[in-house]
């Protein structure tokens, strides 16, 4: 990489909704700090978008549709990609890095599915990657596992890494908000993805999980590898049984090296007890723990979504990528040398709720539990719920940690049997 003498490093911002605006915002207004701490100013020379509409604040001049020219500009030395999506977001990140400039993205959908690609180009060109904004927003997470912790062994990464998800149960907990109204909140809040499904199907936290456990483990995971329930089925009634048993519902995302060496990855709406730290990370908040063999235990908590927090992100990486301009260098920092394999999700171990509705006769509770039993399943706690109306008896059962596939066939059992009327659940709980 060539060192830019005393030139400004010239920056093409791509996208300037939500996170875009503000970082077009800083960009410009605190563009002294930024030239100090660069050592070179940072000179923002055009800005990708759909539509040319006026946004208050940027000079009208600098925005463009035509994408890929601005990305071509022999003069621009740094792109941000902040559009979201796979193409043309993936297209327009490998032809600035073949063109030799700098890249840094919050893009974690696209990573997730093409990052191996992205960085091996990079590579290549000899050019940086940053991506710091990709997951839990505020939060530094990347560099902590690329950076801070690659000398140690990482055995699991853990926590909420979806601030809408995080936000939609909050309301549902603590104000009984339906999850309509809380996801229309999450949407005017700047905290949802374009298309929100991807929040609520699991798919923004499943990326997210990827994209840790590739740093974290050495290794590349891919959104495919990622064993992903939303909480788009999430109720009242299940809300109101979370808190039957003093519990919060919230989306985790677990990272783990599972006994046999592979790597266990999913994205679960799970039943946290009031006392764990992480049923205490509210509205948008995201919140990782990091468990490592020699640092041991590590907690990092903070915005997990919107605008401005984001867009910190996004600045800490231009800041990174443009000293490194200046500096001639580039930091490859994915070492992806290890090829696990993927746990298979129904061996991973956890102690799960169920709950159905049942004839309510004598006898049931012994045949449920015996179906239980033949298949290695330990109940910890019954409880008899209220039913939302209708008839039979509504079941609460606690089990001890199980394998997944042992509860599910369980369930699968029951439901071929005729003691089951319906309305079954079945949330993973996490350990107290
Ligand atoms: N919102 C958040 O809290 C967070 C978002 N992210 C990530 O940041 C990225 C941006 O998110 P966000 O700002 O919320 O998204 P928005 O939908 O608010 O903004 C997207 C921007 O990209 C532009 N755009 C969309 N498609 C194209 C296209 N085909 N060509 C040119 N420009 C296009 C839009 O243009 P126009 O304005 O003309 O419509 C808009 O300016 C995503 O990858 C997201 O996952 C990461 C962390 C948090
Ligand atoms: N939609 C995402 C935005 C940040 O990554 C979320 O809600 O966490």
């Keep these: 990489m060539m060192t830019l003498g005393d030139a400004p490093v010239r920056v093409a911002l791509l996208g300037c ?28 020379v055009g800005i990708g978008v759909r539509r040319t509409t006026d ?7 600098l925005f463009t549709t035509d994408v890929p020219s601005l990305v071509a500009r022999e003069d621009v030395d740094l792109v941000i990609e902040l559009i979201g999506g796979i193409n043309p977001a993936r297209e327009l990140l490998l032809a600035a890095i073949q063109g030799g400039k700098s890249v840094v993205t919050a893009n974690k959908a696209l990573l997730a599915q093409h990052g191996a690609e992205i960085y091996d180009a990079a590579a290549a060109a000899d050019v940086d990657v940053y991506y710091e904004a990709a997951v839990a927003g505020a939060i530094p997470i990347i560099r902590p596992l690329r950076e801070s912790l690659v000398g140690d062994a990482v055995t699991a990464v853990k926590g909420i890494v979806n601030g809408t998800t995080n936000y939609i149960l909050d309301q549902m ?177 956890s102690a799960y709720y169920v709950a159905m509705t049942v004839r ?42 199980a394998p997944d596939g042992n509860v599910r066939a369980v369930v699968d059992e029951l439901l071929g049997g005729g003691d089951v009327l319906g309305d079954v659940r079945v949330l993973r709980v996490e350990g107290a």
Excluded: W
């Design 17 to 44: 909704g939500v996170v875009g605006s503000q970082v077009a915002r800083i960009l410009l207004e605190q563009a002294d700090d930024l030239r100090a701490r660069v050592g070179r100013p940072l000179e923002l």
């Design 55 to 61: 946004r208050p604040g940027i000079d009208p001049a």
């Design 173 to 349: 907990h603590t104000h009984k908000v339906s999850f309509s109204d809380a996801l229309a909140d999450a949407q005017r809040l700047g905290y949802a993805e374009a298309d929100p499904t991807a929040d609520i199907e699991g798919h923004d936290a499943a990326a997210k999980a990827a994209i840790l456990a590739s740093l974290a483990f050495h290794t590349r995971v891919t959104l495919d590898d990622v064993a992903c329930e939303g909480i788009s089925s999430v109720t009242a009634d299940d809300v109101r049984a979370a808190e039957s048993l003093r519990c919060v519902i919230k989306l985790l995302a677990q990272c783990s090296v599972s006994p046999d060496g592979t790597v266990a990855v999913g994205v679960h709406p799970t039943m946290v007890p009031l006392e764990h730290p992480l049923a205490g990370i509210r509205g948008a908040y995201n919140a990782v723990f990091i468990e490592s063999v020699n640092a041991g235990r590590l907690m990092f908590m903070g915005p997990g979504a919107g605008g401005s927090p984001t867009a910190s992100a996004v600045l800490g990486d231009v800041v990174t990528a443009a000293r490194n301009r200046v500096r001639g260098v580039a930091g490859h920092g994915e070492s992806a040398y290890s090829t696990p394999g993927i746990t298979d999700p129904s061996s991973v171990v």
């Design 360 to 401: 309510d006769e004598p006898g049931v509770l012994s045949r449920v539990a015996d179906a239980m039993a033949r298949r290695g399943v330990s109940i910890a706690a019954v409880r008899q719920e209220q039913t939302s109306g209708g008839s039979g008896a509504r079941l609460g059962i606690t089990t001890h940690r």
